[in-house]
């Protein structure tokens, strides 16, 4: 019996390539997608990760619940998937249960570097002037300002890989907090915003900036029992928030013109939206225009914020879902007391009412935590009494290493 579930755990470990592998295409398939040079296969990509990582589930072991869980979600899925015609849904469920058991810390430290990598890349070839760097001038505080896109379809792109590759990199470095090193992220977001002049997504910056310093420098490194039920109801109650200001925008009120005006007028787009499409069970495939550079602003409709966004395109169920998802996300994080990963997760909840990055998992593979392993130590900081010796957590996780024990 023990034989037979060292057997299966080794068979799981050999096919972590297959997880890998998978990733890797979506990362550096997404990024060549989001530049300015033409490129419109990225459902193709989809297609060919979900078709890599897909094996790798038949080698999970799961109880019979769970088993049930997942056939029900693949029909709700099925279903998103036909009206909503987005196959990023299909994407971020599958990875997400292909990365079943593999160390947390590796996919991240692999996704840092392949998508810094990528982004240096990027860069590169802007400045030699092999791909476009479209500018956009646009009033920014009073002021005339050229907004440059750096090689990307839109000039929001590069600060917004900045701020999530930050993200990566304060948790790579939690246990060793540099505030000259974290200085010169914050340096490198400025000179970002002094190009691009995306502030919202430099602000946010800033916020993680302060949030990590207090954090790392702070002498308490434990997560409290009120900290615990404040971050475990973040997200839905952000989620309300957006969403009941959406629905009550008013030009007429002073008070929610200037909430507008702060966020380059997404609550009146959002407030359209709504409107016009309103939010269904399973989702419905919504003509957005984004393009940069409009001669007439009015034609600019487009939803940033994921609160909005995903109700409206995915629907009702994975809306839903993704809410629930990130909750129990944010709960693991505070529960096995990692301040910077549940930093992170704040700063990518107020990400929410500018940003659409909550399926972007080839970006921010924080989402990962949920399902992957956690490392051997840190394992063992979580599980650990004051005494010293390893607690009951620990000492299932050594089992379950072993195959004995089956999750």
Known sequence: MITMGVRSHLIAENDHWLFFVAYTLLIVGSFIGSMDIGFNGTNIVYLIVVAIALPRLFSIRASHIA????????????????????????????????????????????????????????????????????????????????????????????????????????????????????????????????????????????????????????RKKTVGRSLIAATTMMFPGLFCISYALAVFYSESNSAMSILNDLLSGRLRLENTALETFGITLFGQNVEMNNTVGLSDPMQYMFVDAAFIYVPIVYGIIVGAALLIFYTLLTRKAAQNNSPALLIALICIAVDCFVGNQLLSIWLC???????????????????????????????????????????
């Open 67 to 218: 088993f049930i869980i997942a056939i029900a979600a693949c029909g709700a899925l099925g279903a998103c998937f036909l009206s909503a015609r987005d196959p990023q849904v299909v994407v971020f469920a599958v990875l997400l249960l292909a990365s079943t058991g593999i160390d947390f810390e590796s996919i991240v430290r692999h996704s840092f570097r392949l998508a810094g990598t990528m982004l240096a890349l990027s860069l590169l070839l802007a400045l030699v002037g092999i791909t476009p760097d479209t500018i956009v001038v646009r009033e920014l505080h009073g002021r005339i300002v050229e907004c440059h896109s750096l090689g990307f379809y839109h000039y929001s792109k590069v600060p917004t890989y900045w701020f999530f590759l930050y993200l990566s990199y304060a948790y790579i470095t939690r246990k060793s907090y540099s505030f000259l090193r974290h200085s010169l992220w914050l340096i490198g977001g400025m000179l970002i915003y002094l190009v691009c002049f995306e502030r919202l997504r430099f602000y946010l910056l800033i916020v993680a900036f302060v949030l990590f310093a207090i954090s790392g420098l702070s």
């Open 365 to 407: 593979p924080l989402p990962f935590y949920l399902a992957s392993a956690a490392s051997t130590e840190e394992a063992g900081e979580c599980a650990e009494g004051s005494s010293g010796t390893p607690g009951p957590e620990f000492s299932h996780y050594r089992r379950r290493r072993n195959g004995y024990v089956q999750s």
